[in-house]
């Protein structure tokens, strides 16, 4: 498809669309006139005044640049008007409406408006129109590099499905994040992983002999500290820490998930941020974090807001994909970060393309004097492939001899051992607070000693839904403060439970995954950590450095990525020194898992394993029996989560199959098809030959081939 000039690309695109209006409502004809003055630019309107040709291969129809020649040769002579004001405009309809006049799909158009924004000034009425347009609540936001960077290489196996086969859940504005601390009074609120203290009965281990009112700190820093975040003593990650890192050197730290880790770089980076005399708050990124998630990302600022938030003259700001990149934008226009939390793919896309109102180039004028970088999880940052990011980000930034980095991850692969070489100084403090050696091929065995691990290995896979209902039951009944986590291997396994649950059993249940939009997954998050009581299914982008206060157990259901995940997943409870629970649950053909697990504490559990191959419950058999009975049945939502998890397990389990006892693709597939009877599919669902392909498994029998006709239809009905 060709492209239309920039130059000429919002004027063409606002008169087309009004040119109906023109003739079948003449009352609007000179309001809407009006506002065509503010959108089109003077320089089109003198090309097209004088009818300058523009050549054929920039513009995508001839008409667009005829409908603009009428239309400004007539208006040009109009007088502006005043701002205009969309507060009774539908932005959802005006989207629409574009987007069939340019005879492109909502996403192209979205991408088209997206990049030319960025060559717009901010005060200009046409990147306001364009802001405005961009902030549709009704559709999703156009995702940069990194909008599913958390899931690149673990949550989202079923990525190999088509686009035209997903059914995604709208998606969300999220709200720019705040400049300013969002602290609530008296510390509330303060995120578990950093409000250890002697006060919460943490666990003794954990903990130093160091209290924060005795360090050596700037008064506003300790006042955050003591009166925000309501923390007394130091853990040992943070005492470790503290005095190399506060000193400006280089420091490589490892830790366990809820001990502080985030205070732990977060301290000693603003106090060494004060000392320096070459920093200039709101004109220079002073740290910036680099983080693998959004979830992360977020909860990192969080802490970061609360440890500024007497320090009136710093402020704190968290960009990552899924958002509107104009959004991130507008705050630098405003007002340099002193803290930058970013995810690797869209800290990129600003130090590559983002060119300030001032003239300045993001990437190279302004983070070329950060004076201190951390890499936090740097060992999952490789994990979901993201050195090449992370070595084009380096470039941007001073020489590793006129900065400081802080590197902190739980284990030390090869990989990570040559971005230390390339990235740290020689001198750099190694700070261990695992134990383990730091270079077992295990990744160590850092599991939290407070969390009793135990496994379940089912009967057959027939059991599978039932086990989920019983076990998940179990937790609620057992407890009445019972705040569970419940993981599933994929995206699409989650949303089946999760409605299989909410939609079939009428019980509540919070879900997260990949697939929701980021302001759905806040809004989840947030609501799951302030509960008191509570059931979360989710994927693995609740497994790592997001912080739910009080969770009682933890469910694994499936073959876990990886040893280290089911760790990771884990550290979810049993955290800030309160006990924990964690059972794993297999099918048969995911037993050797259990293999896997060296030099962990764990055991199978025998009451687990006891009420799972006793006789069912009659009343949960009836209940569970009656929601599947709705599945084969063709309930809508239902039957779509059955037919996407079913193929969501064939594109996770391809890839994972020498860690089963599945040995060919024909196994796999005959697998997949009992478990679409569990289920409750009356039948195996169709796959498209493109997907089989992508799957690797062309030519396997027992796989039900559907046409991409086939597909559409079944979108649309």
């Keep these: 498809m060709n492209l239309i000039q920039p130059k000429v690309f919002l004027s063409c695109i606002l008169c087309v669309t009004r040119s109906a209006a023109f003739n079948t409502n003449p009352s609007l004809t000179l309001q809407r006139n009006k506002e065509l003055l503010h959108h089109i630019s003077l320089h089109t309107y003198s090309t097209l005044s004088r009818g300058v040709n523009i050549p054929s291969r920039t513009i995508m129809d001839k008409r667009l640049s005829q ?83 958390e899931e690149k290489k673990m949550d989202d196996a079923d990525a190999m499905e088509i686009s035209n086969s997903e059914t995604s859940a709208p998606k969300k504005k999220r709200a720019v994040r705040p400049m300013r601390p969002t602290a609530k009074p008296n510390g509330e609120g303060a995120d578990a ?12 281990s954990l903990l130093s002999n160091l209290k924060f009112k005795d360090l050596d700190l700037h008064h506003s820093t300790k006042k955050a500290l003591i009166e925000t975040l309501k923390l007394e003593t130091m853990t040992e990650i943070q005492s470790k820490t503290f005095t190399q890192a506060a000193g400006g050197t280089d420091v490589l730290g490892r830790a366990r998930t809820g001990t502080g880790k985030t205070l732990a770089f977060l301290l000693p980076a603003l106090e060494c941020l004060l000392s320096n005399p070459n920093f200039k708050a709101g004109q220079n990124v002073g740290v910036l974090i680099v983080s693998p998630t959004r979830e992360l990302a977020s909860q990192i600022g969080d802490q970061a807001e609360k440890l500024i938030t007497h320090h009136k003259n710093l402020s704190c700001q968290v960009v990552y994909g899924g958002t509107r990149i104009g959004g991130d934008v507008n705050a630098f226009n405003k007002r340099i970060p002193s803290f930058l939390i970013a995810t690797p793919g869209r800290l990129l896309d600003h130090m590559e393309n983002t ?24 060992d999952r940052l490789l994990e979901m492939g993201f050195r090449q990011e992370i ?37 750099y403090i190694d700070i261990d607070c695992i134990h383990d050696g730091g270079n077992n091929p295990d990744g160590g065995a850092h599991t939290n000693s407070l969390v009793k691990q135990s496994y379940v290995v089912l009967p057959k896979l027939e059991n599978k839904v039932t086990a989920v209902v019983q076990l998940v039951q179990e937790q609620i009944d057992s407890d009445p403060n019972h705040k569970v986590v419940v993981f599933f291997p994929t995206a699409r396994m989650v949303g089946y439970f999760a409605e299989f649950f909410n939609l079939g059993l009428g019980i509540d249940v919070t879900e997260i995954h990949s697939k929701k939009s980021q302001g759905y997954r806040n809004k989840a998050s947030d609501k799951f950590r302030k ?27 499936g073959l876990p990525e990886s040893r280290e995940q089911y760790i990771h997943r884990l550290g979810r409870t049993g955290r800030a020194g309160k006990e924990g629970e964690g059972i794993l649950v297999l099918a048969p053909f995911e037993a050797n898992f259990v293999k896997e697990l060296t030099n962990i504490d764990i055991s199978e559990n025998k009451e687990a394993t006891t009420l799972i191959s006793s006789p069912t419950d009659p009343k949960i058999e009836q209940a569970v029996e009656k929601v599947l009975a709705r599945i084969r049945s063709g309930d809508g939502k239902l039957t779509l989560s059955a037919e996407q998890s079913y193929q969501a397990f064939l594109g996770y389990y391809r890839g994972h199959m020498r860690r089963t006892t599945i040995r060919t693709k024909d196994g796999l597939v005959d697998t997949a098809n009992t478990l679409a009877k569990v289920l409750g599919l009356k039948e195996q669902p169709g796959l498209t030959q493109k997907t089989i392909g992508k799957m690797g498994l062309k030519g396997i029998k027992n796989l039900r081939v559907i046409s991409e006709a086939d597909v559409r239809a079944k979108k649309g009905r």
């Excluded at 040009?76 to 969309?86: M, N, P, S």
């Excluded at 996403?107 to 005060?123: A, F, I, P, Y």
């Excluded at 992983?193 to 003794?204: F, N, R």
Aim: glycine residues 4%; proline residues 3%; contains cysteine.
């Design 355 to 378: 060119k300030l109102s001032n003239g300045n180039k993001f990437g190279y004028d302004v983070m070329r004097d950060t004076p201190i970088l951390v890499l936090d999880e740097a």
């Design 391 to 427: 070595k084009k980000i380096m470039a941007y930034l001073p020489k590793r001899d006129k900065r400081q980095t802080l590197l902190f991850s739980a284990t030390v692969p090869k990989e990570l051992k040559s971005i230390m070489a390339e990235n740290m100084k020689s001198d």
């Design 531 to 557: 509960c008191k009581s509570g059931i979360l299914f989710t994927s693995d982008v609740s497994a790592r450095g997001v912080d739910y206060p009080d969770v009682t157990a933890v469910l694994q259901f």
């Design 67 to 149: 409908a603009a020649a009428r239309h400004s040769t007539s208006l040009f002579a109009r007088d502006a008007i005043k701002e205009r004001d969309f507060s009774t405009k539908n932005r959802s309809t005006e989207l629409k409406r574009l987007a069939s006049t340019m005879d492109l799909d909502v996403k192209q158009l979205k991408e088209m408006l997206t990049k030319q924004r960025s060559k717009m000034s901010n005060g200009d009425e046409k990147a306001k129109y364009v802001d405005w347009i961009l902030a549709s609540e009704d559709e999703q936001m156009i995702k940069p590099i990194d909008a599913a960077e």
């Design 193 to 204: 992983d950093d409000s250890i203290s002697s006060a919460t009965g943490a666990d003794p």
